[in-house]
């Protein structure tokens, strides 16, 4: 996935990024981010299990914040 932003007021910034999924159940992701003044490189994971009547995500991400270290993300979701 690609993405380009023009603002009238700022620099063109982009977006990219690449996920893989084996069996639709486990997800690999990286994406990268170009002339933020923070924030770059990321890179994080999932997992979907389906249950008997509703359906399990988790999901992890990483990304470099620059100056400002690092962010880690997670997420839970239940789907009935």
Known sequence: SMEAQHP??????????FEYSLDERY????????QYDEGSFSVG???HLP?????????YAY???G????????TFGLQF
């Open 8 to 17: 009238s007021d700022n620099l063109e910034k982009y977006n990219a990024g």
């Open 27 to 34: 997800f690999l992701r990286v994406g990268q981010r170009f």
């Open 45 to 47: 994971g999932g997992i």
């Open 51 to 59: 249950l008997e009547s509703m359906d399990m995500r988790l999901d």
């Open 63 to 65: 990304q470099d914040m």
């Open 67 to 74: 100056l400002l270290e690092q962010a880690h993300r997670f």
